[in-house]
């Protein structure tokens, strides 16, 4: 097994707030940081870059030593060797979108010609060949945050550091700025570490989703498996899953409320339970004869998401159910009404914790 | 297309009464800078204005005093710049007590200032002596000392408006440019004193403002001899003993050039709304 090209243990202490947080990432490889707000995500890219010192831990590139304070290495943001696109770009204001490309190839050493060279192809590079000249007040968002990864790409970083970059976007700028990123990212042939809080941008721009609550790693994998067995309350919610935890005894697991449910995978031993909203059925009276899972619950909330509604369920579960708006069509869902749930044991997965 | 206006923005709005106790204040301040000026302009010998611009000394007064307090003004500006950067940049211990000091002569009577001066670079002073044994030269009562003493009142405004913008930039670029290999000076250079331009400027036309109605510590630090050191402040104190229209003549000149020079940065620099 060779060595990754990023390996980190990123811990910084922060008044009462401390990031712990294992990293590697290979050559090529674009790794996703996926958290709630305040989770530490920026926190750790500021400290790849240099720009937050480590309070413990270490980070290695290319099997140099960038930050090590248990050995009093440190080597400082200019000499790292690392690309960053800032969440809001910070393209310099007084420059034009050349000179702001220009500038890292400038700072390693080029005469201002070779610079302005090496900007002009990775402007063209980024689809902005025509947009040199102009000052980054004059160009659109789309456009500014393409200037900002051209600018970060012109230095030939061996570690690459997004921060949000699709955030400030529009819907459909997103959406056109993304399939160019996805791209740019696939050439790039060093570790690239894209911070977001959106599951969308994560999973299509990532071969590999890392999650941090509250500074520290919950889950880790690629996006098909952390889709399949969330582990926290927060990836469930960004997958769409419910999720509980309880403890396992073949096919049933016992959840801490005192709810039993059934399901067809077999553990044993502290598991979770997963089901998705829509696999849940709504009735107003106990189900007869159900194979299933049942249990009471009082109506929370009713949403309408499109042609289906999202029904927030308390109780002895707090479940989400989708349930389409025909089906429930002859009986009016309110706050504060008693309904029982239904689930299949076919509809869960279950998986040790 | 007809653009429905909601009464409150539009000009016809309902006017909101000053209160008196506000507005006659006000007025009253906004006549107590300007009715001076008035006197001056009415006691203007305006018929002899010509001949008294161009008699002899008053030209000589006038280019002395704008190229001293232009020198004065690069001299803030190459040590100021620097000085103004480590206080809103450098944690280091006692810059608090720095950047007091570099208040001083704001609140210090510029005359007081100018004996300090003198206490250090005179003849016999602290550093005077020796600078006068090793290179030579004398800077009390000499055209450097005007610049001397006009550059040690003026800094500190140059410096207080450097550093308030400084401390307003935002850092982050500054960190941009650290990712994309720049050392602290070339990031200085290149991205920190563009984005603070406006402050550097406005901080250099309050300084050169300063400099050139300087009194108290230029008599003082190096006297009052015509070609040499007179300043136009200067020539206007003499001119009041002997000649009060002479006196006039000088003040509207330097009235004249304050308010060109102010009017004409006050748009691009000084950020008026």
């Known amino acids: ?353 | 297309m007809t653009i429905l206006r909601h009464p409150s923005t539009g000009r016809r709005g309902p006017r909101r009464r000053v209160p008196a106790a506000l507005l006659l204040p006000a007025a009253l301040g906004l006549l107590l800078l300007v009715l001076p000026l008035v006197g001056l302009l009415l006691r203007t010998p305006w018929a002899s204005l010509p001949q008294r611009l161009t008699a002899p000394g008053v030209l000589t007064a006038l280019r002395l005093s704008v190229q001293c307090a232009t020198l004065a003004t690069l001299l803030c500006l190459a040590l100021g710049v620097p000085l103004a950067w480590l206080l809103a940049r450098v944690e280091f211990p006692g810059r608090r007590a720095v950047r007091a000091l570099v208040t001083v002569p704001l609140v210090l009577p510029p005359v007081v200032g100018g004996l300090a001066l003198l206490l250090v670079f005179g003849r016999r002073g602290l550093l005077g002596g020796w600078l006068d044994e090793t290179f030579g030269v004398t800077l009390p009562f000499t055209t450097t000392g005007v610049v001397l003493a006009e550059a040690f009142v003026a800094m500190p405004f140059l410096v207080i408006a450097v550093e308030g913008a400084l401390r307003a930039a935002d850092i982050r670029y500054e960190e941009a440019a650290a990712t994309l290999g720049a050392g602290r000076l070339t990031t200085f250079t290149r991205v920190t004193l563009p984005l603070v331009a406006p402050g550097v400027a406005a901080g250099a036309v309050l300084c050169w403002a300063r400099a050139l109605g300087e009194f108290g510590a230029t008599i003082t630090f190096a006297g009052n001899y015509p070609g040499r050191t007179q300043t136009m402040p200067l020539a206007v104190y003499l001119a009041l003993e002997t000649d009060l229209d002479a006196a006039i003549v000088l003040s509207l000149i330097l009235l004249a050039v304050s308010v060109a020079i102010l009017a004409g940065l006050r748009d691009r620099w000084l950020g008026s709304p």
Request: charged content about 25%; proline content about 6%.
């Open chain 1, 1 to 353: 097994m060779t060595a990754p090209l990023l390996d980190a243990r990123l811990v910084v202490d922060r008044g009462a707030f401390r990031l712990d947080l294992p990293l590697r990432i290979d050559a090529g490889e674009v790794v996703a940081l996926l958290g709630p707000n305040g989770a530490g995500k920026s926190t750790a890219l500021r400290a790849l870059a240099g720009l937050q010192p480590l309070t413990a831990g270490h980070i290695v590139v290319d099997g140099v030593d960038l930050d090590r304070p248990g050995h009093g290495r440190w080597v400082p943001s200019e000499r790292r060797r690392v690309g960053v696109v800032f969440q809001d770009y910070l393209l310099f204001p007084h420059l034009n979108a050349r000179d702001n490309v220009a500038f890292g190839p400038r700072r390693q050493g080029l005469d201002r010609r070779a610079a302005r060279e090496r900007a002009t192809g990775w402007l063209e590079r980024v689809g902005l060949a025509g947009y040199a000249r102009r000052k980054p007040g004059q160009l659109s968002g789309g456009q500014a945050q393409r200037v900002a990864l051209a600018r970060a790409l012109a230095v030939h970083p061996r570690v690459l550091l997004l921060d949000e970059p699709l955030a400030a976007l529009d819907a459909r700028t997103r959406l056109d700025t993304r399939a160019q990123l996805h791209r740019h990212l696939a050439a790039h042939d060093g570790a690239a570490l894209l911070v977001t809080h959106d599951p969308l941008d994560a999973v299509a721009l990532a071969d590999r989703l890392v999650i941090v609550e509250d500074g520290r790693l919950v889950q880790e994998g690629d996006a098909a498996a952390v889709t399949a067995r969330p582990r926290t309350d927060y990836v469930a919610r960004l997958v769409g899953l419910n999720l509980h935890r309880g403890h396992a005894d073949g096919h049933r697991v016992r959840l801490a409320d005192g709810v039993t449910l059934h399901s067809t995978d077999r553990v044993d031993g502290d598991a979770f339970v997963v089901f998705p909203p829509a696999a849940v059925a709504l009735h107003p009276h106990r189900p007869e004869g159900s194979p299933g899972n049942t249990w009471p619950a009082t109506v929370a909330g009713v949403h309408r998401h499109g042609d289906y509604l999202r029904v927030q369920l308390t109780g002895a579960l707090d479940v989400a159910a989708d349930v389409t708006a025909s089906a429930v069509a002859r009986w009016t869902l309110e706050p504060g009404q008693q309904v029982w749930a239904a689930v299949e044991a076919s509809e869960t997965r279950a998986y040790p914790a």
